[in-house]
């Protein structure tokens, strides 16, 4: 397993909280993500009623603020009969405000989620593999690469779509590019990955990153990870980080370089 790297001196370093709000930068896209102005908590709720399109988190360790915001979303999801998702980090761990959710219902075990972070620049990475292409793609490309994205995760292509769409709504939150991979000597579409510009400073996310089943195991994945690390270091950013949701994940971006900061939850909440 990686080692964990909160001891860092560097105060460019980005916190786990960090992490986690790099995630939270999408822009309302009116009949699919409604973003939440709620005193306390931020995070979308889409018209869509598959749960993974619907995520939050508290902005808040003051209790009483937090009981509140949450119990407004799920007076909202409840009316609709839709279940959500809810990010926590250790801010609010250490607020005590984990009960809350218990209180509510929401499923456990929560999800762990390894937040991982790896400092970049263009001297530090590997050439690209000869032996794969990867491209930064063009909207020509997109019904094919969303709905790999898709099946990658095993949701519906919609859900896929709603996604993509989001992720490639720039904002001064956030832009995002989208890259294609291929193995060598084909030209069948075989990897998918999002790069997101974080504002204006010097961290991107590595936001989703899938290789078709028929062809993992060949090196795509790797290549289409320091691709996007080239691209973001040529650009001058500095911090890469991204969220591993499996142990699997978090050793093969240990093995790239990548340290996890720290931990955070994913609660899921189901009516």
Known sequence: MPEDCTDRADATCPDVEEIMASHFTLVSMP?????LSIPGLDGWISSNRHPVLSLVRWTTQDRARAEDALDQVLDMCRSRGQGFDMMTGPRCEAAGLLSLLRERGFLEPPVRVAA????????????????HRVWNATAEEDDRLWKLMAEGFDVPHEVGRIFHRAYMTSSDKQRTDIYGGA?????????????????????????????????????LYHAMVYERLRDAAAAGRSWAVVHAYSDS???????????????????????
């Open 31 to 35: 009949g699919e993500l409604d973003c």
């Open 116 to 131: 991982m972070l790896r400092q970049i620049s263009a001297d530090t990475l590997p050439n690209a593999a000869p032996e």
């Open 183 to 219: 193995l060598e000597n084909s030209d069948h579409l075989a990897g998918v990955g999002y790069l997101s510009y974080i504002g204006d400073g010097p961290v991107v996310l590595l936001r989703v990153s899938v290789t078709d089943a028929s062809c993992r195991g060949q090196g």
């Open 249 to 271: 994940s978090e050793q093969v971006l240990g093995h790239m370089g990548f340290s996890r900061q720290g931990t955070f939850l994913l609660h899921r909440w189901r009516p």
